[in-house]
């Protein structure tokens, strides 16, 4: 039997241990708060707009139209057969145009409508009268974390899907190999989304811990942008050899053109930012006859005569629209030529 002072020791642990919990909870509670009232944390994509994707790791729900309140409004909109546009149907065009690309091409930062795809939309289809008319269908196929791996199997998807494009257009971004790296190690399928195989029922918990509290976000942050991109990065910095990304996506870059002349499509390429990617990139499609959508010098006449912003001041950064709309126009100006 046990005498009263081992009951008394027992009694005094399991107090302790009580008290130590409590204070714990209490300390992680006034965290919490001051995380939420002083120093949020955005995630510039929210999570439930996504699914599983056993080919693509993941994607954007299909019949999406939600937006979602941050530092500033984001809005997702897709079809019924996920791409970022709304209209449900692009039978009654007389061109399709495919648009591949990452948060770029997405249009993070600005609504759907700001989007330089959108724009380009705009730009090719209202006639010199103001009338929109049916004649080039802009698919806006990109999603923000997809690298040039996904780009090209979205590519493929679509074609299969949909119907072969006419025109593919390609936006690169430098942080496309860095992407791939975590596609090919299987990573890309291992995010926590709806659907996904690898954690159930769990989803909608972990979510909750990791996406809806601030401490959650940071612990999620940390491990996703200090432990696996900064994992790749080390990767690609160790493969570069002073390469830019551009030059180490030229595989890939290569095999979405050939993809897309398979198709008989016509295909123009850029780069979301004036990098060395960008000039390498306009000089390889100069060498391989390929049209280059050149943006950047209408970018900067006009940055050189209004002294306006060219990114967003808000978490979710990226190009302001008028950046997205001189995109649009350069493209629409190599749309025009390859069509002459």
């Known amino acids: 039997m046990q005498n009263n ?98 948060s770029y091409v997405q249009g993070l930062g600005v609504p759907p409508d700001g989007s330089f795809p959108f724009q380009l939309d705009l730009i090719l289809n209202i006639n010199k009268e103001g009338i929109y008319k049916k004649k080039y269908g802009i698919m806006n196929l990109a999603l923000g974390p997809y690298g040039g791996e996904q780009e090209l199997l979205v590519l493929k998807r679509y074609a299969e899907e949909i119907k072969k494009p006419d025109i593919v257009l390609y936006l690169g971004c430098d942080n496309d190999y860095n992407d791939d790296i975590l596609f090919n ?57 002073g390469r830019s990304t551009a030059e180490m996506e030229r595989d890939v870059i290569d095999r979405i053109v050939k993809t897309s002349k398979s198709y008989g499509s016509r295909v123009i390429l850029s780069w979301c930012n004036p990098t060395d990617s960008y000039y390498w990139l306009k000089s390889w499609t100069s060498q391989n006859n390929i049209a280059f959508a050149d943006w950047e010098p209408s970018v900067k006449s006009l940055e050189s005569a209004i002294p306006i912003p060219r990114d967003n001041r808000h978490s979710g950064d990226h190009h302001r629209i008028w950046v997205n709309y001189l995109i649009a126009k350069e493209y629409a100006n190599q749309i025009n030529n390859s069509l002459r």
């Open 185 to 241: 190690q299987g990573i890309r399928h291992l995010n926590m989304v709806r659907n996904s195989p690898y954690y159930g029922w769990f989803y909608f918990p972990l979510k909750w811990l990791f996406i809806d509290t601030e401490i959650g976000k940071r612990i999620k942050y940390i491990f996703q942008e200090g432990v696996l991109r900064a994992r790749a990065a080390k990767i690609q910095s160790d493969e570069s050899h």
């Open 5 to 102: 002072s081992d009951i008394t020791k027992k009694s005094e642990k399991t107090i302790n241990i009580t008290i130590f919990v409590i204070t714990l909870l209490i300390c992680l509670l006034l965290i919490e708060i001051t995380l939420r009232l002083f120093m949020p944390l955005y995630f510039c994509l929210p999570i439930d707009a996504y699914q599983y994707d056993k080919v693509l790791g993941y994607r954007l729900r299909p019949g999406l139209h939600v937006s979602y309140l941050s530092d500033y409004q984001q809005e997702f909109c897709t079809n019924k057969s996920g791409a970022l546009n709304f209209q449900e149907d692009f039978s009654a065009y007389e061109i399709i145009i495919f648009v591949i690309g990452d």
